[in-house]
């Protein structure tokens, strides 16, 4: 049998570096986050995504990716057999494009920032069908390299399971009306979180939003509309935050943001940007465009003995001297 080349070496030894990495209680991205960041080291890309297919099985959207910026991002989405991804998916077969200008199945994203002139694209597969696609760019003709190709092969031949479980444990803590995590995903998640902080002595902060005169908008609207600014909101708040920070739906119209290696000063700082950039977007409703504002709590833990139910306490208690003082202001607890 003949021994294995330095090259062959290097990506067994990262694949086994991403699946010994990944923490059962840390974000639900982090090994599809790994993946995108090695296949653009390993193929010398300038971007890449991980897609894989929503709920309705005809749609590919990004749960990973690197070098793309945050407005590039979330608007990575595909329907089946739309553009190279969703032919790829389709078809299940692998592709390298050199020159993309040439080949009519490529599809810009609204949204396009990046230069995009060549593209390798696979497909993800388990023994229950198609789950994505990985697809790496870059702002050079001719990048992609059938040696490329093997070691994306050899990444998604690994990783395509433990993905596909990520896919449906994220599904199972997601809230189905906002997209956000639910209340099972902080259970399990912020008290990692405190758990590493104290681990490592690395900073841990919060974000308590909240709606403001949210009943009026039920009061006034009904309850669609108020479902349509409870998602506008989410949705303002996923776009806003890093990847690194997860948005859970803690109640009606309030949110919490978990913040990881974050310190008070920071944290506070975000809260504001959060405040004052959602005061002045419109969020679409089925009774036109209303703009809300919200408060906001920004805590971090206590005492090195304080626990995630203390720190929730401490939170939502200052959240109601925010109400009290009048809204639409960030408030520390």
Not at 31 to 57: H, K
Not at 160 to 178: E, G, Q, W
């Amino acid at each position: 049998m003949a021994s294995e080349t330095p090259r062959e070496r290097e990506v067994l030894l990262e694949i086994f570096r991403m699946t010994q990495q990944v923490d059962p209680g840390g974000s639900l991205e982090q090994l599809p986050e790994m993946v995108a960041t090695a296949a653009c080291r390993f193929t010398r890309a300038d971007s890449c995504a991980v897609l894989v297919f929503d709920e309705t099985g005809d749609t590919l959207r990004r749960v990973a990716s690197h070098g793309l910026n945050p407005t590039e991002r979330d608007a990575t989405v595909f329907r089946l057999g739309e553009g190279i991804a969703g032919w790829v998916a389709q078809h299940g077969k692998p592709l390298a494009v050199p020159d993309v200008r040439e080949d009519p199945r490529f599809k810009l994203i609204p949204a396009q920032e990046t230069e995009i002139l060549s593209m390798g694209c696979l497909p993800l597969r388990t023994h229950h069908g198609p789950l994505g696609v990985i697809s790496v760019n870059s702002r050079r003709v001719g990048t992609f390299t059938p040696a490329h190709m093997d070691f994306l092969t050899s990444i998604a031949a690994t990783i395509v399971t433990d993905i596909d479980n990520s896919r449906l444990y994220h599904m199972a803590v997601t809230d189905d009306l906002t997209g956000a995590y639910s209340r099972q995903y902080l259970a399990e998640a912020l008290p990692a979180e405190i758990r590493r902080h104290r681990r490592y002595r690395r900073p841990l902060a919060v974000l308590l939003v909240d709606a403001d005169h949210f009943a009026d908008i039920n009061d006034s609207h009904g309850v669609e509309v108020g479902d349509a600014v409870v998602t506008g909101l989410a949705e303002h708040l996923i776009v806003s935050v890093r990847e690194v920070d997860a948005v859970v739906r803690f109640g009606g119209d309030e949110f919490l943001v978990i913040m990881p290696e974050t310190a008070m000063q920071e944290a506070v700082a975000m809260a504001e940007r959060l405040r004052s950039s959602l005061a002045i977007t419109p969020l679409r409703t089925p009774a036109g465009e209303l703009t809300i504002t919200a408060s906001v709590v920004v805590g971090e833990l206590g005492s090195p003995d304080e626990e995630m139910g203390g720190l929730l306490e401490r939170v939502d208690g200052a959240l109601q001297a925010a109400k009290e003082a009048g809204r639409n202001q960030v408030v520390v607890a």
